[in-house]
């Protein structure tokens, strides 16, 4: 029961941190992002509760990438303070750190910024990781189509 509660509870913690990254990274209180990974990481080093089944090497990386995330708000009270790239560096780190505690990879989402066609500018674009599979594996098969219907045709 209490390691349920536990779970949801930092699921929600995340998720509410992830999406406001998402959408209101302007507005994100950093402060909130410190204090949820440091109860994170009390968690990871007492390998209790959730994390207590996590194997050694995954605890490492989880708390490689809160060092980075740490480093990267560090003397910053506001999401709108990072630099774009930042922000999605930070992104991407909060929703791996949640893909590993809810053992979730396919569920993370992950972002980049891409140039778009045409255009210097760039856009935001942000995908699960089943969807960037799912892409991979589309653009494949088509590729292999396209590839038989040219020796087909010669």
Same mark, same amino acid.
């Given at each position: 029961?209490? +390691?349920?509660? @536990?779970?949801?509870?930092?699921?929600?913690?995340?998720? =509410?941190?992830?999406?406001?990254?998402?959408?209101?990274? %302007?507005?994100?209180?950093?402060? %909130?992002?410190? $204090?949820?990974?440091?109860?994170?990481?009390?968690?990871?080093?007492?390998?209790?509760?959730?994390?207590?089944? =996590? $194997?050694?090497? /995954?605890?490492?990386?989880?708390? *490689?990438?809160?060092?980075?995330?740490?480093?990267?708000?560090?003397?910053?009270? +506001?999401?709108?303070?990072?630099? *774009?790239?930042?922000?999605?560096?930070?992104?991407?780190?909060? %929703?791996?750190?949640?893909?590993?505690? /809810?053992?979730?990879?396919? %569920?993370?989402?992950?972002? *980049?910024?891409?140039?778009?066609?045409? $255009?210097?500018?760039?856009?935001? @674009?942000?995908?699960?990781?089943?969807?960037?599979?799912?892409?991979?594996?589309?653009?494949?098969?088509?590729?292999?189509? !396209?590839?038989? /219907?040219? +020796?087909? !045709?010669?």
């Amino acid at each position: 029961m209490c +390691r349920k509660l @536990v779970t949801f509870v930092v699921a929600a913690s995340l998720a =509410m941190a992830s999406s406001a990254w998402a959408g209101e990274t %302007e507005s994100l209180n950093l402060d %909130e992002v410190r $204090s949820q990974q440091a109860d994170i990481r009390a968690g990871v080093n007492a390998a209790t509760g959730i994390y207590e089944d =996590m $194997s050694e090497a /995954n605890r490492r990386q989880l708390l *490689e990438r809160q060092d980075r995330v740490l480093r990267a708000i560090d003397g910053k009270t +506001r999401g709108a303070e990072l630099t *774009e790239d930042a922000q999605i560096a930070v992104f991407n780190d909060l %929703e791996w750190i949640e893909a590993a505690i /809810n053992r979730a990879e396919d %569920e993370r989402m992950v972002c *980049e910024r891409r140039k778009q066609l045409g $255009s210097n500018r760039k856009e935001r @674009v942000c995908m699960t990781v089943a969807q960037q599979r799912e892409m991979r594996e589309r653009a494949r098969a088509e590729m292999m189509r !396209g590839d038989r /219907n040219m +020796r087909v !045709g010669n």
